[in-house]
T-cell receptor
Framework: GQSLEQPSEVTAVEGAIVQINCTYQ??????LSWYQQHDGGAPTFLSY????GLEETGRFSSFLSRSDSYGYLLLQELQMKDSASYFC??????????FGTGTLLAVQP | NAGVTQTPKFQVLKTGQSMTLQCAQD?????MYWYRQDPGMGLRLIYY???????DKGEVPNGYNVSRLNKREFSLRLESAAPSQTSVYFC?????????????FGAGSRLTVL
C-alpha cells in the first residue's frame, strides 16, 4: 500500500527559510521527488532523492531519511514567485506514481 | 522540443456525452500517466502505463478508460461524462527506469461537464 502526508498550508515572509515535510509509506521504495505547481499551471519537477541526505539545487534543497520514511523540501531566501503548491511523490516498486494533496506555500512581503 | 502535448486544452460536455483526451510525448519515455486535479484534492492518478502495451488502474479509475496506442500516445476516454468528472486533467510521462522519477507534465485539459 501507499500513504503520504504533507502539511496543507505554510506561510512565510520574503527572504525567510521554509521547510515542507513529507512522510510516506511506499512498498519497494526507490526515491522521493518534489514538484512545484503555480496556480493554473502544470506541475514541474524540482528534485529527486534516492539516497539519504541532502541534495542542493540553488535556493532549494531536498532531504531524505529512508529509515524514517521522511523527507523535506527546504526553500531558502524566499521570493514572492515561490508562492505555489509543492508536492512530494514517493517512487515505489511499480511505476504507479502517487501524489498527495500538496502543500500550499504563501510568501508574504 | 514539445515535451508532452495534450489536446484539447478546454472542453465543455453535457452529461452522458463521450470524449477522448489525447496525449503525446516526444521524449521516448516508457511510462505515461493520467491525473486529475480538483480544488483542494491535489493530483489523483486515474490510470498509468508503465510501458507500451500495458495499462493499470490508479487511485480513481471509475468512469474512465485508457489506450496506450503506441510508445508516444496515451489517450483517456470518458464513455458517459458526469458532472463529477469536471476537473483539470494532466497527462505526464517518465523515462520509466526505476530511480528516475522525473515526470514531465502536459499543460492540462480543462473539462467541464454540465
Amino acid at each position: 500500500g501507499q500513504s503520504l502526508e504533507q502539511p496543507s498550508e505554510v506561510t512565510a515572509v520574503e527572504g525567510a527559510i521554509v521547510q515542507i515535510n513529507c512522510t510516506y509509506q511506499t512498498s519497494g521504495f526507490y526515491g522521493l521527488s518534489w514538484y512545484q505547481q503555480h496556480d493554473g499551471g502544470a506541475p514541474t519537477f524540482l528534485s529527486y532523492n534516492a539516497l539519504d541526505g541532502l541534495e542542493e539545487t540553488g535556493r532549494f534543497s531536498s532531504f531524505l531519511s529512508r529509515s524514517d520514511s521522511y523527507g523535506y523540501l527546504l526553500l531558502q531566501e524566499l521570493q514572492m514567485k515561490d508562492s505555489a503548491s509543492y508536492f512530494c511523490a514517493p517512487e515505489g516498486a511499480t511505476n504507479k506514481l502517487i501524489f498527495g494533496t500538496g502543500t500550499l506555500l504563501a510568501v508574504q512581503p | 522540443n514539445a515535451g508532452v502535448t495534450q489536446t484539447p486544452k478546454f472542453q465543455v460536455l453535457k452529461t452522458g456525452q463521450s470524449m477522448t483526451l489525447q496525449c503525446a510525448q516526444d521524449m521516448n519515455h516508457n511510462s505515461m500517466y493520467w491525473y486529475r486535479q480538483d480544488p483542494g484534492m491535489g493530483l489523483r492518478l486515474i490510470y498509468y502505463s508503465a510501458s507500451e502495451g500495458t495499462t493499470d488502474k490508479g487511485e480513481v479509475p471509475n468512469g474512465y478508460n485508457v489506450s496506450r496506442l503506441n510508445k508516444r500516445e496515451f489517450s483517456l476516454r470518458l464513455e458517459s461524462a458526469a458532472p463529477s468528472q469536471t476537473s483539470v486533467y494532466f497527462c505526464a510521462s517518465n523515462p520509466g527506469s526505476s530511480g528516475a522519477n522525473v515526470l514531465t507534465f502536459g499543460a492540462g485539459s480543462r473539462l467541464t461537464v454540465l
